[in-house]
């Protein structure tokens, strides 16, 4: 068997099971117990053949797959994956670069750099930001807030990189009440721990302002950090960035920018107002491997003053800037120092969807979403809990019961698949639109599984 043909008949299998996402189930059928029999079992002595081991791992895997390339997947906030950024991928699975360094992979380093360029193009940030392609929005926000930390201390005298924050200045961290966890978490990765932040107030879609971000710094002189979002998970809501970072610049803070899926918008000329002064912020944490639709996993982390992000990142000779018209090595940039060109699926999405493309799929997915909002709270005892902004449907029917209810049966049905959630302490149901494959036929399909859940019950 040559490598030829297994990566031949590789491609069959995962041809197969793109082929077919209309007829499968999108929940799959198999228990984590009938997978752990079909996967398990004691590690043979001898080697395998790679295509029998291959078969074999699809064949024992597919039962538990969920199928979150068909456009009726509506899970948290995921996304599906571009042809040819799912190509590209390969491709950089074949090539096996390590990107970390310039001479682990040159045309990787390159690839990188420029999809870097376009992004920050796209995304309307300002031409002289630094960036970081990082596994996702978690690491993102650990590179961005590592930046924040370096600058806000290194204004306050304190060399953080060389002293750790042990008898530092105490940094704040103002954020809102509906910011994403991984916020907390990088707080902690980073040092800051979780009691360094101070919570501002939000209104009913989760958005928080630039008074309640005013009064979260209120009293604190030293150095502080604020944290706001552009797309919350369940509504998709977005902060008035441009008039916060009013208020962090007055206070000489840092403003960094959760913008998972919402800073998405940027690149959608008809969205683009809803995150008006997202570009006046200091970092931003996004995501490529949702609404950009590349495969998992790769984030990406922007940031306003390269010196900072280098202070934070680079291990090499400090401050030392590479050689004019050098490639980056990427290490300096991200937590990672192996890593994977995840760079070059994010350049494939670019190319083949061109501006236009990006533009599209962002409005495409927000007017299915729209829709789904408008045709389901014509269903009996549907509530529309948010207002549908962007690509995020926060609903529910009556009563967490039967809210808990209807969500159950149009998950069992196989048609399509959406998480539950919480909001304002009762059950809700959160569709999330941010799949290329989606399409008018899958929302009509979702619907009426909705439909169809109302009557059984
Ligand atoms: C998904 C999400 C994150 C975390 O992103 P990962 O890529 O899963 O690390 C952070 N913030 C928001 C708003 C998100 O939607």
Same mark, same amino acid.
């Given at each position: 068997?040559?490598?030829? !043909?297994?990566?031949?008949?590789?491609?069959?299998?995962?041809? /197969?099971?793109?082929?077919? =996402?209309?007829?499968?189930?999108?929940?799959?059928?198999?228990?984590?117990?009938?997978?752990?029999?079909?996967?398990?079992?004691?590690?043979? !002595?001898?080697?395998?053949?790679?295509?029998?081991?291959?078969?074999?791992?699809?064949?024992?895997?597919?039962?538990?797959?969920?199928?979150?390339?068909?456009?009726?997947?509506?899970?948290?906030?995921?996304?599906?994956?571009?042809?040819?950024?799912?190509?590209?991928?390969?491709?950089?699975?074949?090539?096996?670069?390590?990107?970390?360094?310039?001479?682990?992979?040159?045309?990787?380093?390159?690839?990188?750099?420029?999809?870097?360029?376009?992004?920050?193009?796209?995304?309307?940030?300002?031409?002289?930001?630094?960036?970081?392609?990082?596994?996702?929005?978690?690491?993102? &926000?650990?590179?961005?807030?590592?930046?924040?930390?370096?600058?806000?201390? !290194?204004?306050?005298?304190?060399?953080?990189?060389?002293?750790?924050?042990?008898?530092?200045?105490?940094?704040?961290?103002?954020?809102? +009440? @509906?910011?994403?966890?991984?916020?907390?978490?990088?707080?902690?990765?980073?040092?800051?721990?979780?009691?360094?932040?101070?919570?501002?107030?939000?209104?009913?879609?989760?958005?928080?302002?630039?008074?309640?971000?005013?009064?979260?710094?209120? +009293? &604190?002189?030293?150095?502080?950090?604020?944290?706001?979002?552009?797309?919350?998970?369940?509504?998709?809501?977005?902060?008035?960035?441009?008039?916060?970072?009013?208020?962090? @610049?007055?206070?000489?803070?840092?403003? &960094?920018?959760?913008?998972?899926? +919402?800073?998405?918008?940027?690149?959608?000329?008809?969205?683009?107002?809803?995150?008006?002064?997202?570009?006046?912020?200091?970092?931003?944490?996004?995501?490529?491997? @949702?609404? =950009?639709?590349?495969?998992?996993?790769?984030?990406?982390?922007?940031?306003?003053?390269?010196?900072?992000?280098?202070?934070?990142?680079?291990?090499?000779?400090?401050?030392?800037?590479?050689?004019?018209?050098?490639?980056?090595?990427?290490?300096?940039?991200?937590?990672?120092?192996?890593?994977?060109?995840?760079?070059?699926?994010?350049?494939?999405? =670019?190319?083949?969807?061109?501006?236009?493309?990006?533009?599209?799929?962002?409005?495409?997915?927000?007017?299915?979403?729209?829709?789904?909002?408008?045709?389901?709270?014509?269903?009996?005892?549907?509530?529309?809990?948010?207002?549908?902004?962007?690509?995020?449907?926060?609903?529910?029917?009556?009563?967490?019961?039967?809210?808990?209810?209807?969500?159950?049966?149009?998950?069992?049905?196989?048609?399509?698949?959406?998480?539950?959630?919480?909001?304002?302490?009762?059950?809700?149901?959160?569709?999330?639109?941010?799949?290329?494959?989606?399409?008018?036929?899958?929302? /009509?399909? /979702?619907?009426?599984?909705?439909?169809?859940?109302?009557?059984?019950?």
């Amino acid at each position: 068997m040559s490598e030829r !043909e297994l990566l031949g008949r590789t491609a069959e299998i995962a041809a /197969t099971f793109l082929e077919t =996402l209309d007829e499968r189930p999108v929940w799959p059928p198999a228990s984590v117990e009938e997978l752990r029999a079909a996967l398990g079992g004691e590690l043979q !002595e001898a080697p395998r053949e790679p295509l029998e081991v291959v078969e074999a791992l699809a064949a024992a895997s597919e039962p538990g797959v969920v199928a979150i390339p068909s456009g009726r997947y509506f899970g948290f906030v995921i996304g599906g994956a571009l042809p040819a950024a799912l190509a590209a991928d390969w491709l950089t699975s074949a090539w096996d670069q390590n990107a970390g360094l310039v001479v682990g992979g040159p045309a990787a380093a390159v690839a990188e750099e420029i999809a870097g360029e376009w992004l920050l193009d796209l995304l309307g940030l300002p031409a002289s930001t630094s960036f970081a392609f990082v596994t996702g929005c978690q690491m993102a &926000h650990v590179t961005c807030l590592a930046a924040a930390r370096h600058a806000v201390l !290194e204004r306050a005298g304190w060399d953080v990189e060389g002293f750790g924050l042990a008898n530092a200045p105490q940094v704040r961290v103002g954020v809102g +009440g @509906k910011r994403h966890v991984t916020i907390d978490r990088a707080l902690r990765l980073l040092g800051l721990g979780n009691r360094c932040v101070a919570t501002a107030e939000v209104d009913s879609q989760g958005c928080t302002s630039a008074s309640a971000v005013a009064a979260a710094l209120e +009293g &604190h002189d030293g150095p502080a950090i604020v944290c706001a979002q552009v797309g919350e998970v369940n509504t998709g809501a977005v902060d008035p960035v441009g008039e916060i970072a009013r208020v962090v @610049k007055d206070a000489g803070a840092w403003l &960094h920018v959760d913008g998972a899926f +919402g800073l998405w918008a940027a690149a959608s000329p008809e969205l683009h107002g809803l995150v008006r002064g997202v570009e006046l912020a200091d970092s931003w944490a996004t995501d490529a491997h @949702k609404w =950009l639709n590349v495969p998992y996993d790769c984030g990406l982390a922007f940031v306003s003053d390269p010196r900072a992000h280098r202070a934070a990142m680079a291990m090499t000779a400090e401050y030392l800037v590479a050689e004019e018209g050098a490639a980056r090595d990427q290490m300096d940039w991200t937590p990672e120092f192996s890593r994977r060109a995840r760079g070059v699926a994010v350049y494939a999405a =670019l190319r083949s969807l061109g501006r236009s493309g990006v533009a599209d799929l962002v409005e495409r997915c927000c007017r299915h979403a729209r829709r789904f909002a408008e045709e389901l709270a014509a269903l009996p005892g549907c509530e529309i809990l948010n207002e549908v902004v962007l690509n995020q449907v926060l609903l529910r029917f009556g009563d967490d019961e039967a809210t808990g209810a209807v969500l159950a049966a149009v998950q069992g049905s196989g048609e399509a698949w959406m998480s539950g959630t919480a909001w304002d302490g009762r059950a809700a149901i959160r569709i999330s639109v941010s799949n290329w494959r989606t399409s008018d036929e899958d929302v /009509t399909r /979702t619907v009426a599984a909705f439909e169809r859940a109302l009557t059984a019950i």
